[in-house]
Nanobody
Framework: QVQLVESGGGLVQAGGSLRLSCAAS????????MGWFRQAPGKEREFVAA????????YYADSVKGRFTISRDYAKNSVYLQMNSLEPEDTAVYYC??????????????????WGQGTQVTVSS
């Protein structure tokens, strides 16, 4: 079992930055692909970014590429999402998720086994 707890959301003006954190419990954190998803009001949950179990590979949705950076810290059992140049369209609840299977690049939410409770990000224009 893995428990995930997100933090770092908030209200920011367009063009600003936020850093989301996700703290994971469990000794097998290093074996999971970790991902970030988001869900805006009235929309389906969508993939944002993922990082391999080794941390050596990262993947991004086209909409955030070049603006967001995913990283992980094994000593702290944590994964982060640095979000720069935020746009009103980035407003959503952001979720951290863990993939325990063998997929190298899981992008569908059905592929993830564990989820955090979410953290709200609001970008004002």
């Amino acid at each position: 079992q893995v428990q995930l707890v997100e933090s770092g959301g908030g209200l920011v003006q367009a063009g600003g930055s936020l850093r989301l954190s996700c703290a994971a419990s469990g000794r097998t954190f290093s074996s999971y692909v970790m991902g970030w998803f988001r869900q805006a009001p009235g929309k389906e949950r969508e993939f944002v970014a993922a990082i391999s179990w080794s941390g050596g590979r990262t993947y991004y949705a086209d909409s955030v590429k070049g603006r967001f950076t995913i990283s992980r810290d094994y000593a702290k059992n944590s994964v982060y999402l640095q979000m720069n140049s935020l746009e009103p369209e980035d407003t959503a609840v952001y979720y951290c998720a863990a993939h325990a299977g063998g997929s190298l690049y899981p992008r569908r939410d059905q592929e993830y086994d564990y989820w955090g409770q979410g953290t709200q990000v609001t970008v004002s224009s």
